[in-house]
């Protein structure tokens, strides 16, 4: 999740995590008028369940900046953990991830968080879309519904929405040709607490979004294919994996002190198929 501004932040050393295997998933059943599903998610377990296993795995830790500036050292990093206070489903068909504040004397004694990555990989010619409300709009608070294939010589990671708590730089979509954030694309999108659906359909062509989709409607954002240097995403067999997240602290939250905790993001459902 490099985001708006990343240039000028150190790249990461790599997770702190195996990034989740491929686990091939055959198509799912659409109606006759409905598309080829690939993979979803309608977070419908119990109150209190985590994510299903099968479709994701909860990061048990923030991960590590190589020459990190000031905000990314990991005293300035709050904590990721895996217990079903900070990610669960609701019982009303919702995944929450929830970042609370507790004792300590850093941000990464103080605050926690959850991060999780799904298990199925998609490739060009998808289409991938998630309902999300972020009632984490705060100081400190870092959220995002992004895509990402953490391969450390080519990767690339799109960003459908993320937010910054850091008061400084502004909310949006954003395309990262390289992990190390020195080649990327950016919308600078308002982003608040209410619903919304966040839509990408990546074709040969290029990567497009769309808020809240209704048939007809123009993309807000393109990034046409090859626009940026290294650009991964036409690369054979070149596939991402979708994540939520709420990080806290970290150069995209900072100070989270004057913020209000607990926060949460919720996620009604995420859907990925043939486009």
């Known amino acids: 999740m490099m985001g708006l501004g990343a240039a ?15 686990v091939p998933s055959e198509p799912l059943p659409a109606g006759d008028a409905g598309p ?28 590590t900046i190589r020459n990190p500036v000031e905000w990314d050292k990991p005293f300035n990093m709050g904590r990721y953990v895996t217990d079903q206070e900070h990610v669960f489903q609701d019982g009303n068909g919702n995944l929450v991830i929830r970042a609370t504040r507790g004792e300590g004397t850093t941000i990464q004694e103080k605050y926690a968080s959850a991060k999780i990555m799904g298990t199925w990989r998609g490739g060009i010619g998808t289409t991938w879309e998630a309902r999300v409300k972020l009632d984490c709009l705060t100081d400190g608070a870092w959220p995002a519904f992004w895509l990402v294939n953490e391969n ?36 600078r999108h308002p982003v608040d607490n209410a619903w919304h659906t966040w839509r990408m359909t990546w ?7 769309w ?34 997240n709420i990080a806290v602290g970290g150069s995209g939250g900072r100070e989270p002190a004057a913020g209000t905790y607990p926060a ?10 043939a486009s």
């Open 152 to 187: 450390p010589v080519r990767g690339g990671e799109v960003d459908l929405v993320e937010w910054y708590g850091n008061n400084d730089w502004p909310s949006g979509t954003t395309v990262h040709a390289r992990l190390d954030g020195t080649a990327f694309a950016t919308n």
């Open 211 to 244: 808020k809240d989709y209704q048939p007809g409607m123009e993309p807000f954002f393109t990034v046409p294919a090859n626009s940026i240097p290294d650009w991964p995403f036409n690369d054979p067999g070149f596939t991402m994996v979708p994540v939520f």
């Open 36 to 63: 080829l599903m690939l993979f979803q998610d309608e977070f419908d377990g119990p109150a209190g369940a985590p994510p299903d296993p099968a479709r994701w795995f909860i990061v048990p830790a923030r991960e």
């Open 8 to 22: 000028v932040v150190a790249s990461p050393l790599g997770s702190a995590h195996a990034q989740p295997p491929a």
């Open 203 to 209: 074709q040969p062509t290029g990567l497009y979004f």
């Open 264 to 273: 949460e993001m919720r996620v009604d459902w995420i859907r990925v198929f």
